[in-house]
């Protein structure tokens, strides 16, 4: 899980801002994966992606989009949309089957000023 | 829509006794059962997976059962020690098929007294 690399550590957000959480792997993995973490709660899907330049909604894409013009990098973009972006945000990789085993980066802690 | 279902939602044991922590997943296409390990502020770390084609697995003092016509699983952890306090989140992945998506239990935070 070293391969993954989440950036920043710690990031804050003014009102009606765009800010941009990088993530980046390489360990050659297909898949890549964003998920969002409340406290006290579990992992909520953000979006995902299989395949370079496809992805797809999770359970709680509004207010957030991506991209993956690389393999290697999959960043998540919180727009102004998002009402209530103060949350730990997790990214995470999986190489295609049969290595089903994911990988988590660090996290970003995104807070709201 | 999928979904998995984690209890409890903490539990508190004395060190040296067993954990046990129970999840109900409904896609009965559901074919792989991770359980990670999450200390504070830090990423979740895999500590064992089952494939659906295996009943049980265990590795030292950790163990996964599957009950596929329950669709149920669990984690059993004996001789709790105090480094095993942490957020314990399973999940269930359909590794066929057009998505291949994890869907995460709500986590247990298990606290082992020592």
């Known amino acids: 899980d070293g391969g993954i690399t989440q950036s920043p550590k710690y990031l804050f957000r003014k009102e009606g801002q765009n800010v941009t959480l990088s993530c980046e792997q390489n360990l050659n993995h297909d898949a890549m994966y964003w998920y969002r973490q409340d406290p006290g709660q579990g992992l909520r899907l953000i979006y995902y992606?299989?395949?370079?330049?496809?992805?797809q909604k999770g359970d709680i894409a509004e207010g957030y989009s991506v991209s993956r013009e690389k393999k290697e990098s999959f960043p998540l973009t919180v727009t102004s949309a998002q009402k209530n972006p103060t949350a730990f945000y997790l990214c995470?990789?999986?190489?295609?089957?049969?290595?089903?085993?994911?990988?988590f980066g660090s996290g970003t802690q995104l807070s709201v000023l | 829509g999928e979904n998995v279902e984690q209890h409890p939602s903490t539990l508190s044991v004395q060190e040296g006794d067993s954990a046990v922590i129970k999840c109900t997943y409904s896609d009965s296409a559901s074919n792989y059962f991770p359980w990670y390990k999450q200390e504070l502020g830090k990423r979740p770390q895999l500590i064992i997976d089952?494939?659906?084609?295996?009943g049980e697995k265990k590795d030292q003092r950790i163990a996964v059962t599957l009950n596929k016509t329950a669709k149920h699983f669990s984690l059993h952890i004996t001789e709790t020690q105090p480094e095993d306090s942490a957020v314990y989140f399973c999940?269930?992945?359909?590794?066929?098929?057009?998505?291949?998506?994890?869907?995460f239990g709500t986590g247990t935070l298990l606290a082992v007294q020592p």
């Open positions: 999940a269930a992945l359909r590794l066929r098929g057009a998505t291949n998506k994890l869907i």
């Open positions: 992606s299989q395949i370079v330049n496809d992805f």
């Open positions: 995470a990789s999986r190489a295609r089957v049969p290595n089903e085993k994911l990988f």
């Open positions: 089952i494939r659906s084609n295996v």
